[in-house]
């Protein structure tokens, strides 16, 4: 089952690659549930935010559940993993926020780490991707690093595929786009310090 594979490999090596997450039916629907509403992303948290587009220049709208009962089941099968993670990882994941992302032709997101500085609530990142017979040629890979700025694994933005990490021990990018790319990004985040059977990576 893929959600026991999810748990052993992220306690066993911190990140996990699950490919048809969705049906590519689901997936026209969630992406359907993005408006045109879109914002320049920023960098940074509450009043430290900034526009940087030397660093990230993909656009985004967060989720929220009246977007749609596509997004609704997302953040349902979210709220899944997020139970079944606890139970199985004790990682204290309390909540968990998303937000679609559009990379036009030539956006890219250079290397960074999705916890916060000073406020390293983000435990697990995911990942999940919306574009259907990407090519090799379209680039839009997201390259993983080790916390030594050793390359792990470089994954292709293909439709249905959802990754999952550690947001505190691996650093990645998003190498520039050749074609427009779609992703819906998202946190688990604890309410507070908690201890977990991970820290010793830290």
Not at 55 to 83: H, N, T
């Amino acid at each position: 089952m893929a959600l026991e594979q999810l748990l052993d490999s992220i306690a066993e090596k911190g990140w996990y690659v699950w490919d048809g997450f969705l049906s590519l039916e689901q997936v026209k629907l969630l992406k359907n549930c993005a408006s045109d509403d879109w914002q320049r992303a920023r960098i940074g948290r509450n009043e430290d935010t900034q526009r940087a587009s030397e660093i990230r220049r993909d656009k985004i709208q967060w989720l929220d559940s009246d977007m749609g009962q596509p997004v609704q089941d997302y953040l349902e099968r979210m709220e899944f993993i997020r139970r079944e993670v606890n139970r199985s990882l004790f990682l204290g994941l309390f909540e968990y926020e998303a937000h679609f992302a559009q990379y036009e032709v030539g956006d890219f997101y250079k290397k960074h780490l999705d916890a916060f500085r000073g406020n390293e609530s983000r435990k697990l990142t995911t990942v999940f991707y919306m574009n259907e017979d990407w090519r090799d040629t379209y680039g839009g890979e997201l390259k993983v690093y080790d916390l030594n700025d050793q390359p792990i694994q470089t994954i292709a933005p293909i439709a249905g595929r959802l990754v999952v990490f550690l947001s505190e021990q691996f650093p990645h990018e998003v190498l520039p786009a050749h074609a427009k790319r779609y992703s819906i990004a998202g946190w688990f985040r604890t309410n507070g310090v908690s201890e977990s059977r991970f820290d010793i990576l830290s």
